[in-house]
């Protein structure tokens, strides 16, 4: 019954194809914004949440009782590592890294590049895998350098680069050589490799292709240590079950402790932020407020397109009332005719909902370039995702 059901809809709807291709289209277009708009807000959520252990990652961050002395997103930097040396139990491993650019060098390639100079704990606190290389002496020399594989693409042609090098300019001009001994795999976007307030956008300085040891940053004339430095960038994993509230008034007590500048002293108060809420949060919370204006924009659109697409159908239910009468002579029950109607409304969302994927797919590149971020694809979403748009369909049908 139900497939004699589906063809008599699918004969109604070839027989007025101007009308169902306007219904249909129209939906679509409405549902493929929403699901535009619903990756993007998807991918901000989903930001960090890749890391190795990360409901115990954090950021140390800086309050000031004047602004005007430092920023927010850098603390001191010897921080982290008191932290670990004076509270093992609080805190289970640091990274602090310092951002920087420089001219880098292959033949004839020359570009302006954004680095990171940081700890070696970088790849075994977050658990960031190498194509090539080994992960656990990846950092230690401190004329390496491990690569992201764009940037070994990018120089090289090819993924497979250890051993090969490439010249740095320091701060002062000078030009040295620096052995790749990492290729990093494939990371989602996340607030440690790409240090801009957690910010997903395209083509900014902060997105680092090339990661240094803690010694190479005295070549670069950087530095991750001291108690009067406060720009580096400071990360913690704490202990499980330690509270951040408790590793706050820790690191509070170190700063009165060990630092030695009366006005960084006086004037700091550290506190930590997860690094699952960091995303949404900084910057005075502009992407979770991002987020939440996109969420009703698209679920405006998508209820505009559903009313839309139910008034038609509604409109043109009066054009079928001799079909309804003859049917019904000939014996049709009403159950029948509700079922019937039923299929046709649900075969147009459906076929609606599989042009919009299409749609999805073809225009993905191009929002993603107006919105000056990456957008995930509709392979990227979990597996729970897959069963949301026939569920839909149903609904609206």
């Not at 900084?282 to 969420?295: R, Y």
Request: charged letters at 20%; hydrophobic letters at 45%.
């Amino acid at each position: 019954m139900l497939k004699n059901y589906i063809i008599i809809a699918w004969r109604n709807l070839w027989k007025h194809k101007v009308f169902s291709f306007i219904n249909i289209f129209g939906l679509a277009i409405g549902i493929a914004f929403t699901l535009l708009i619903g990756a993007y807000v998807w991918g901000e959520l989903q930001m960090n949440h890749d890391l190795k252990n990360v409901d115990n990652q954090y950021i140390i961050l800086s309050k000031w009782k004047d602004q005007n002395l430092g920023g927010e997103m850098t603390c001191i930097a010897e921080l982290p590592k008191a932290l670990a040396d004076n509270y093992p139990v609080l805190v289970k491993n640091h990274y602090r890294t310092d951002l920087a650019t420089t001219d880098v060098s292959k033949g004839d390639k020359h570009f302006r590049e954004s680095i990171q100079t940081g700890d070696s704990s970088l790849l075994q606190m977050y658990g960031f895998k190498l194509l090539y290389g080994n992960s656990a002496t990846a950092l230690k020399d401190p004329f390496s350098v491990v690569i992201t594989q764009g940037m070994a693409l990018k120089y090289f042609g090819r993924e497979d680069v250890i051993g090969q090098t490439l010249s740095f300019e320091s701060m002062r001009g000078e030009q040295h050589d620096f052995a790749i001994s990492g290729v990093l795999a494939p990371i989602p976007q996340n607030s440690v490799t790409n240090l801009n307030g957690g910010n997903r956008r395209k083509g900014t300085e902060s997105s680092s292709g090339f990661f240094f040891t803690a010694e190479a940053a005295k070549y670069f004339k950087r530095s991750i240590s001291g108690w009067d430095n406060t720009g580096a960038v400071d990360f913690v994993e704490l202990g499980d079950g330690v509270r951040p509230e408790t590793v706050n008034k820790a690191m509070l007590g170190l700063v009165h402790k060990y630092e030695t500048d009366d006005v960084i002293r006086t004037s700091l108060t550290p506190y930590l932020v997860s690094l699952k809420d960091y995303n949404l949060t900084a910057h005075n919370s502009i992407i979770k407020k991002m987020v939440w204006t996109l969420s009703c924009i698209a679920l405006f659109i998508l209820l505009m397109a559903v009313i839309n697409f139910v008034n038609i159908c509604i409109g043109r239910s009066s054009g079928r009332m001799k079909e309804m009468g003859i049917r019904k002579v000939m014996g049709g029950l009403r159950k029948q005719l509700v079922w019937q109607f039923l299929t046709e409304s649900v075969l147009m969302v459906m076929l609606a909902t599989v042009l919009a994927l299409g749609i999805f797919l073809a225009i993905r590149p191009y929002f993603s370039n107006i919105l000056g971020a990456d957008i995930m694809g509709l392979f990227e979403f979990p597996l729970y995702f897959v069963p949301i748009p026939f569920i839909f369909a149903l609904i609206v049908g």
